[in-house]
């Protein structure tokens, strides 16, 4: 796997997808705080072949200047297996230690009515501090951001992160 590569594709996905405001979100890009974090390189990208080790150790390793962490996986992996080992991380090491790990996939649809949210690539986990997103979501709710959210997507994304 390019690195390289990787880090072009996914500021292309940033640019041209979630810094893009959509009627779906009233208005607002799909991640109106991504292009930011990006631009000021507070964001870590890195490449890894064990995503379940690389995760446990992620909240003793976040630099005080990250604002999103971004694990891409050297290989594509099942969509349960990625989704187990992300809940794992959760519950046992991330979370207790405020932050949260959510998953990406080519199969899994990222979807607020026609708004497209999906990186489409890679099979990859961002981590953020949870203490970041619940100030982004006042923001947001504010804004009428989750209005239109199919309630699934909701609870996996949002209201999970409250439950610590």
């Known amino acids: 796997?390019?690195?390289?590569?990787?880090?072009?594709?996914?500021?292309?996905?940033i640019m041209d997808v979630l810094d893009?405001?959509?009627a779906a979100?009233?208005?607002q890009a799909p991640c109106p705080f991504a292009k930011q974090a990006w631009l000021k390189k507070r964001y870590r990208l890195v490449i890894t072949g064990n995503l379940a080790r690389d995760l446990a150790g992620t909240a003793a390793a976040w630099p005080a200047d990250c604002d999103v962490w971004i694990w891409v996986c050297e290989q594509l992996l099942d969509v349960k297996e990625l989704s187990a080992v992300t809940a794992d991380a959760n519950h046992?090491?991330?979370?207790?230690?405020g932050y949260i790990a959510l998953?990406?996939?080519?199969?899994?649809?990222?979807?607020?009515?026609?708004?497209?949210m999906n990186q489409g690539q890679y099979c990859y986990v961002i981590v953020q501090p949870l203490d970041k997103l619940a100030r982004s979501?006042?923001?947001?709710?504010?804004?009428?951001y989750y209005d239109n959210w199919p309630r699934d997507m909701y609870d996996q994304i949002v209201a999970a992160r409250e439950t610590c």
């Open 103 to 116: 998953e990406g996939h080519p199969q899994i649809p990222e979807a607020v009515l026609d708004c497209d």
């Open 1 to 13: 796997m390019d690195e390289k590569q990787v880090i072009i594709d996914f500021e292309r996905w």
């Open 25 to 27: 979100l009233n208005g």
């Open 92 to 97: 046992t090491q991330l979370m207790p230690q």
């Open 137 to 144: 979501k006042i923001v947001l709710d504010k804004n009428g």
């Open 20 to 22: 893009v405001p959509h």
